[in-house]
């Protein structure tokens, strides 16, 4: 019902900086937070950040907190994830995703309350 789709992966050296978008369309309406997670080779995906549309509240794992912010463009219908000082620990495909109450995603540190995923963007960072 809301499909998502990521962009602006790459490869990137370490400690150099990238910014990944996702763009949100159909059933938007329904759909009150955004969140970020990653998912690199061998591991299970993991939760990043999350961002209200409304508020614009943020939340951080501590993993990326400080070298990560998450954003939106209401306008545009668009989320960010801007990544500084890169690490190749980072290497991993990210995926954004949409869901309908922030609360909940920070309750329960993105275990519960997304709903629509996109389909992931590489991001690579050499050493």
């Known amino acids: 019902q809301v499909q998502l789709v990521e962009s602006g992966g790459g490869l990137v050296q370490a400690g150099g900086s990238l910014r990944l978008s996702c763009t949100a369309s159909?059933?938007?309406?329904?759909?009150?937070?955004m969140g970020w997670f990653r998912q690199a080779p061998g591991k299970e995906r993991a939760f990043l950040a999350a961002i209200s549309w409304r508020t614009g509240n943020t939340y951080y794992e501590d993993s990326v907190k400080g070298r990560f912010t998450i954003s939106r463009d209401n306008a545009k219908s668009t989320v960010y994830l801007q990544m500084n000082s890169l690490k190749p620990e980072d290497t991993a495909v990210y995926y954004c995703?949409?869901?309908?109450?922030?609360?909940?995603?920070?309750?329960?540190?993105?275990?519960?309350?997304?709903?629509?995923w996109g389909q992931g963007t590489q991001v690579t960072v050499s050493s």
């Open positions: 995703a949409a869901g309908e109450r922030y609360n909940t995603i920070v309750a329960s540190r993105g275990a519960a309350g997304f709903g629509s």
């Open positions: 159909g059933r938007t309406f329904s759909s009150y937070a």
